[in-house]
């Protein structure tokens, strides 16, 4: 468990992508430079960065939160507007603290639609857990009444 960024860009050369890095807590990386963030190209756009108290298991939540969106493993590439990847990566259930977040991606009424509904489906998901907890408690305390 390491603290890290988590930063999602996208580039003018591939249009509909959006890319996820890690970088681990050192001072906030710089562009370029020993230290700086990895792979920068020409026409890199950060998005949005948010610094993790368990870097790892971000990445891990927001390729599950994208992953039918996958294009590109090794890259990590998703074909997705960076308004939706914004709002998976702020719907991460775990403590994090926003860095920044591109004021034009902000600003746009699909990323409050998106995090309200992926938020949404985060709850439904967890009533459902519940619901079969609830549901295995109560057939155990059955089947432990009925024996003789």
Known sequence: MQDGYLI????????GLVRLRGEL???FPSAGGPGGLPERGPGD?????????DLEAALMHFHTGL?????????R???????DAV??????????RPIFIDPDV?????????????????????????????????ALV???????
Request: charged residues 25%; proline residues 6%; hydrophobic residues 50%.
């Open 67 to 75: 992953s039918r969106r996958l294009v590109d493993v090794n890259r």
């Open 106 to 138: 902000a600003q746009s009424p699909q990323l409050e639609a998106a995090t309200a509904r992926i938020r949404r489906r985060h709850r439904v998901v967890r009533r459902i857990f519940d619901v079969v907890g609830i549901l295995a408690l109560v």
């Open 45 to 53: 756009l950060i998005v949005y960065v948010a610094r993790f108290r």
């Open 142 to 148: 059955a089947s432990s009444l009925l024996k003789p």
């Open 8 to 15: 999602v860009s996208t580039n003018s050369a591939r249009p």
């Open 25 to 27: 807590d050192n001072p």
């Open 77 to 83: 590439l998703y074909k997705a507007a960076a308004a």
């Open 87 to 96: 709002a998976v990566a702020q719907c991460i259930e775990l403590p994090h």
